[in-house]
């Protein structure tokens, strides 16, 4: 309401590091801008009178373009490594006729597949933090 900051979405950011908000600035309660590279971003020093309200979505962003970053959550880096070497060890096996080099193929496929699970059973859940639809915090009283 009072703030010096006239665009706080291009200036002031926020995360979330388990039951943990931050709020962090680049520019300094007057509304200038920090130049030191090292200490660009600190803690945001307004003062919260009326409440704070953090809205966002977690939709991931679309891979339009085989260029283009998957938009996943870090937990789940290798995960998709062991799918693709799945399908790449399955593809293999569908197309070789030497059956030792198609049983290692299949056998690799599956292994990949099981670490595959087993890493989405653990991580999926837990620290999918960028599946779609509207989140909400509710932080502990700031008085």
Not at 108 to 117: I, L, P
Request: aromatic share 8%.
């Amino acid at each position: 309401m009072a703030s010096n900051i006239n665009y706080p979405d291009s200036s002031a950011l926020w995360f979330i590091e388990g039951d943990k908000l931050s709020l962090i600035t680049n520019v300094d309660s007057s509304g200038s801008g920090r130049t030191t590279a090292r200490k660009q971003w600190k803690a945001i020093s307004e003062a919260v009178t009326d409440g704070l309200l953090l809205h966002f979505y977690g939709d991931p962003n679309k891979v339009r373009t085989i260029n283009d970053d998957i938009d996943l959550d870090n937990s789940l880096h290798k995960s998709i490594v062991d799918y693709v070497k799945k399908c790449l060890y399955m593809d293999k096996a569908g197309s070789i006729l030497e059956p030792g080099v198609v049983q290692t193929a299949m056998q690799m496929s599956a292994m990949h597949e099981k670490n595959f699970k087993d890493s989405v059973a653990r991580y999926g859940m837990k620290k999918r933090n960028k599946t779609g639809g509207t989140r909400a915090i509710v932080p502990s009283n700031f008085r």
